[in-house]
């Protein structure tokens, strides 16, 4: 029997889980971590093919249709190499102080990369999506943020990956809240099954926007996007914790270090943040698991991080 697969996009999801040893040596909880860059680029490939085979099924996309999205990094890798797979055009805007390893890949993925101010953020790269596909009429904007397609993915893969590889004995589930899609996702799929599941969101200290409405500009690519995602609903998120810069990039380099996972910024802040849960000790005896969403080597050209 042969296991070729067809095409990339069948090596998305099905990702490994680990345990932090080392990591996590010493505390009151057992932490693990689900390893989304054994995807083919990211955790964003899983809400990227589902929204794009959704649209497909309703008509929004065909052969001569340009797909266009605004991403801080991995949405928009996610979708150049599906629409390199399924040979759409594909236009990505992004905020120009995006890491340039990120940069270099949408273009060598044959995506038109727009590159918008830096202090616009994300709210910037949204706004030119939405313009550009206002211009051009045989398009379709994906709007990561709104759609709600980016939950159902993580509902229907994610969760039920979870549930199957702790045999149901996962106790917290850690994520970065970016569009929100993978915490609203999972949790709807957790809950239903153990409703004494506790999922927590975090945010970088510096722009809490979800837990207290600031933001402020920062360098922990991929969450906290400066406004609140319709995609989220705050009944799916138990607790709402913040990760420092700082501490998020010594996360990192200690994930290197000690498990030799070469993760990525938003990861060493989930990373982090499931470290401080494992000491608290009413959580002693438990199973907590973090997302670890993207790969390190998309980011070495980032000041200060390894």
Not at 170 to 177: C, N, R, S
Request: overall charge negative.
């Amino acid at each position: 029997m042969m296991y070729i697969k067809e095409n990339l996009l069948d090596l998305i999801g099905d990702t490994p889980m680990v345990y932090l040893r080392r990591f996590g040596k010493g505390l009151h909880a057992t932490i693990a971590a689900k390893l989304e860059m054994f995807n083919p680029y990211s955790v964003k490939d899983r809400p990227a093919l589902c929204m794009i085979e959704a649209a497909e099924r309703e008509g929004k996309i065909d052969s001569g249709t340009t797909v266009i999205e605004a991403t801080s990094g991995n949405t928009g890798l996610a979708v150049a190499f599906i629409c390199a797979a399924k040979g759409y055009r594909c236009v990505i805007s992004m905020s120009e102080d995006q890491s340039d390893e990120r940069k270099r890949l949408l273009r060598a993925l044959g995506a038109e990369l727009v590159l918008t101010p830096a202090v616009e953020g994300s709210r910037g790269a949204k706004l030119k999506a939405l313009d550009l596909w206002e211009q051009n009429p045989n398009s379709y904007y994906i709007d990561q943020h709104c759609n709600p397609n980016n939950p159902c993915a993580h509902r229907e893969t994610t969760g039920m990956e979870l549930w199957r590889d702790t045999d149901g004995k996962i106790d917290v589930f850690v994520a970065g809240l970016g569009t929100c899609g993978t915490i609203v996702g999972v949790s709807e799929t957790l809950k239903e099954r153990k409703a004494s599941v506790k999922i927590v969101g975090v945010e970088p200290e510096a722009a809490p926007m979800l837990s207290a409405g600031k933001y402020q500009p920062h360098r922990q690519a991929g969450v906290s996007p400066g406004f609140i995602p319709e995609v989220f609903k705050e009944e799916f998120v138990d607790e709402i914790v913040t990760a420092s810069e700082e501490a998020s990039f010594e996360t990192c380099r200690e994930l290197a270090r000690t498990e030799g996972i070469v993760a990525g910024i938003s990861s060493g802040m989930t990373a982090y943040a499931a470290r401080q849960l494992a000491k608290r000790p009413a959580n002693s005896g438990k199973l907590i698991v973090c997302m670890l969403v993207d790969t390190g080597e998309r980011y070495l050209s980032v000041r200060g991080l390894y």
